[in-house]
């Protein structure tokens, strides 16, 4: 709590909410800002147009990924490993976005969350938040279904194994080995997160 927050993006005017993001920020104090989906020209370019006198997010630490939204890929991978070292060197509180905030950022979120102990069904209850909150699901709709499902087979995917019955913290850990990240780093960025 205090440490990391998501959000859609404080930089990309395309929904209109990048105003309202950044103000929040700032109330909130964040430092270190990743940036899961816009590579670096875009993020010049949002620059240019906001005026950095007029933005929070720009006076911050940034670290533009522009990451595809394929997540077994070995770019997205490289991205996830660069977005923990990014936080790793800099201080805190953090925030990671992608544009809307629900998908690579939603991604994101699960990692993070299982490497920290969440269970199965806790990083599929909240995974399945945002796209409640985004398009309005009412309670019973069948569609909650299909969504807690689909963090699973990405999980599946870049795990390259079945998560039924299995300790997911074990199986991100080895994910974040995978993609390069030492024991250190990663005991380092589980006292971050933990607020040790």
């Given amino acids: 709590d205090g440490i990391l927050f998501r959000s859609s993006s404080p930089c990309n005017a ?25 590579p670096l020209d875009e993020i010049e370019e949002n620059k240019k147009r906001i005026g950095v006198e007029n933005s929070y997010y720009f006076q911050q630490n940034v ?20 977005g923990i070292r990014y936080m790793l060197s800099h201080e805190g509180p953090y925030l990671f976005h992608c544009i809307e905030g629900k998908d690579r950022a939603g991604f994101f979120a699960a990692l993070l969350e299982a490497f920290m102990g969440a269970s199965i069904d806790e990083v599929m209850d909240e995974y399945l938040i945002s796209f409640i909150n985004y398009f309005k699901i009412e309670k019973d709709d069948p569609v909650k279904a299909v969504l807690k499902f689909k963090i699973v087979e990405l999980l599946e995917l870049i795990f390259a194994t079945t998560v039924s019955g299995k300790n997911i913290t074990e199986l991100t850990t080895n994910y974040f080995k995978k993609i390069g990240l030492t024991n250190e780093e990663l005991n380092s960025f589980r006292n971050l997160l933990s607020g040790n």
């Fill in 63 to 82: 670290l533009a990924l522009g990451l595809p939204a394929d997540f077994g890929s070995v770019e997205f991978g490289h991205g996830i490993a660069a």
């Fill in 14 to 38: 395309h929904f209109k909410r990048d105003r309202l993001v950044d103000s929040l920020c700032k109330k909130y104090g964040i430092k270190t800002f990743i940036n899961l989906s816009d």
